[in-house]
């Protein structure tokens, strides 16, 4: 069970949930491939035969920090509140209520507009905070438009 799952208040459900994008594995990859070729090329030498494992235990320290890092984080809008989590080492969560939120901006560069991921602004009357590499941002935003326009004609 997720942070946001165990943490639902009464009578709320989540309309929609996201996690950071896949592309936070492309380091890993590239790092990954490039290990093959230095540790190639290091057992070559003779000098530094002795540190050819060195490329690849980089290789696995990112790969684990970037694994844990897109299994922990969360991000879900629910029928009351915007609920988000990140990290594992530093753990950086946000929880709003809809009606404290002002405004939810999207940023995204070519890759991200074509990929589909960008960086998640949300203002709340004075507080700001931004979430990267979030997979699918505008439907993100356009759930919290929807729920706070619903919040608004309700009342």
Do not use: C
Not at 28 to 43: C, G, K, R, T
Not at 92 to 112: K, P, W, Y
């Amino acid at each position: 069970m997720s942070y946001i799952d165990r943490n639902l208040l009464p009578e709320e459900r989540i309309l929609f949930r996201t996690k950071k994008h896949l592309i936070i594995f492309f380091i890993p990859v590239v790092w990954l491939i490039f290990s093959v070729y230095a540790s190639d090329y290091m057992n070559a030498n003779d000098l530094l035969q002795k540190l050819a494992w060195a490329p690849w235990a980089l290789a696995a320290l990112l790969w684990g920090s970037t694994a844990l890092n897109y299994y922990f984080s969360d991000f879900a809008v629910t029928n009351k509140r915007v609920m988000m989590r990140e990290g594992f080492f530093v753990r950086h969560t946000n929880e709003l209520r809809l009606s404290a939120i002002s405004q939810v901006n999207v940023d995204q560069s070519i890759f991200g507009q074509i990929l589909n991921y960008g960086t998640l602004s949300i203002n709340a009357f004075g507080a700001f905070d931004a979430y990267t590499v979030i997979a699918r941002p505008y439907q993100f935003q356009r759930t919290v438009n929807q729920e706070m326009d619903q919040a608004l004609s309700n009342k």
